[in-house]
């Protein structure tokens, strides 16, 4: 069945508070539309929600992840985390423990907006990190997460391989420089060639357009502190993506991680011709089935 429809995409922005700290969270949905399963994106280390998931390419339209998933029918909100895009940037790095305390204050405007109480969530790199831990603590929050470009213990992957050379730097300050040249590096570190030209150049001008530095918290983090989950306490249905190309972490790492999950309603996929950064990839489309398969399942008979 096809899922993506027409219609006039409404945008609206939110604050949430945590402390004196302040949060941005955004929300795009067919104008009209009425009742729809809300779907919360969360986002990694080196860009914020908006400028990853809303995304406006100059003569390349389909990027909006937020967009995309309207069109299917969900109600979808993200946010910027503390220290990225439009939130407070504070002496914080902004680590992995802090995740589950930005996401409650974040989902708190979530659900007095819909009056609901639940919500399924995605998360890509850190972000599935995030995800996952939020899970873990709210439980009662989370009807399904997607934990894509995910990493368990980091045995072995390439990339957190290379990035362990700048520790030190990652434990000396909470905050590191980016550049235009930084931004393109994540999209051919892996395999250059599975995104677009244009893409990299696309996401620098709205990043940089706001500060030209990001939080070393999940750096650290990744580097130096995993694992940081638990996979038996995730027990809502959980999908794990990950890119053929992807150097964040190797299949062996993530399938240990899958098989203690504390569900058996859970799937494992990989997607072809992708690297790191699945919802700005040429091979997004598959993804994006994928994806929506999982979201909306048939009715289980027992």
């Known amino acids: ?37 809300i779907l919360f994106l969360v986002h990694g280390s080196s860009f914020g929600g908006q400028g990853g998931f809303d995304l406006d390419v100059p003569g390349k339209p389909g990027y909006s992840f937020m967009e995309e998933f309207a069109r299917r029918g969900f109600d979808v909100w993200t946010m910027d985390f503390e220290g990225y895009g439009r939130s407070s940037r504070t002496a914080s790095n902004s680590n992995l423990s802090m ?10 405007v979530v659900f007095e907006r ?20 939020f899970g873990e603590a709210h439980p009662e929050r989370v009807e399904r997460v997607i934990l894509d470009a995910f990493v ?26 980016v550049d235009r ?4 590096s994540i999209f051919n570190r892996d395999l250059p ?11 620098a001008d709205y990043e940089l357009a706001l500060g030209d530095t990001m939080p070393t918290g999940t750096y650290l983090d990744m580097c130096a502190n995993l694992p940081v989950v638990t996979p038996e306490k995730l027990t809502c249905p959980v999908m794990i993506v990950r890119g053929e190309h ?57």
């Open 1 to 37: 069945m096809d899922t993506n429809i027409g219609g006039t995409i409404e945008a609206e922005q939110h604050w949430a508070m945590k402390g004196d700290v302040r949060l941005a969270v955004y929300r795009k949905r067919l104008a009209g539309a009425g009742d729809q399963p």
């Open 99 to 108: 995740a589950a305390e930005d996401l409650r204050a974040a989902t708190d």
């Open 114 to 133: 819909t009056g609901k109480r639940s919500a399924m969530f995605y998360g890509s790199s850190s972000g599935a990190l995030r995800t996952a831990l």
């Open 152 to 177: 368990y213990t980091g045995e072995g992957a390439p990339t957190l391989i290379k990035r362990r050379e700048r520790l030190e730097e990652w434990r000396s300050s909470h905050i590191r420089k």
């Open 181 to 184: 040249a930084f931004f393109h």
């Open 193 to 203: 060639g599975t995104s677009e030209e244009g893409i990299a150049d696309a996401l």
């Open 246 to 302: 992807d150097g964040i972490a190797t299949e062996e790492d993530l399938l240990n991680y899958f098989a203690k999950l504390g569900t058996n309603d859970r799937r494992f996929v990989v997607i072809p011709g992708m690297a790191h950064v699945s919802y700005l990839s040429k091979n997004r489309a598959i993804f994006f089935q994928a994806m929506e398969e999982f979201l909306r399942p048939p009715a289980r008979a027992l």
